[in-house]
């Protein structure tokens, strides 16, 4: 999405759309390269697939009725938990600090 943004000049919204597509294109793909392997498990793809579906659908709803400053706070705070959540790791810096 921040590539859609950055280098193709898009807007929030329709930079979101982009990825989505995106991303459901190599889930897609994905999804052809377990089964040609035999590697599916149902139950858990099914649940995540429907865990998908209702967080996709209430994104939308929600960056269309808030508007583009909804989206760019929750990418700056899922962002920010993202890497403190990496850095407490185990093994992560800050892990060695508490040494």
Do not use: T
Request: glycine letters at 16%.
């Amino acid at each position: 999405m921040i590539g859609l943004v950055v280098l193709v000049g898009l807007g929030i919204i329709p930079a979101m759309a982009g990825a989505r597509s995106s991303n459901f294109g190599s889930n897609l793909g994905a999804l052809v390269v377990y089964a040609v392997s035999g590697h599916i498990f149902v139950a858990a793809g099914l649940a995540m697939g429907a865990g998908a579906f209702l967080g996709a659908r209430l994104g939308a709803r929600a960056a269309l009725k808030a508007g583009a400053w909804l989206v760019r706070l929750l990418i700056v705070v899922v962002s920010c938990a993202m890497a403190l959540r990496l850095l407490a790791a185990p093994g992560g810096p800050l892990a060695y600090l508490s040494r």
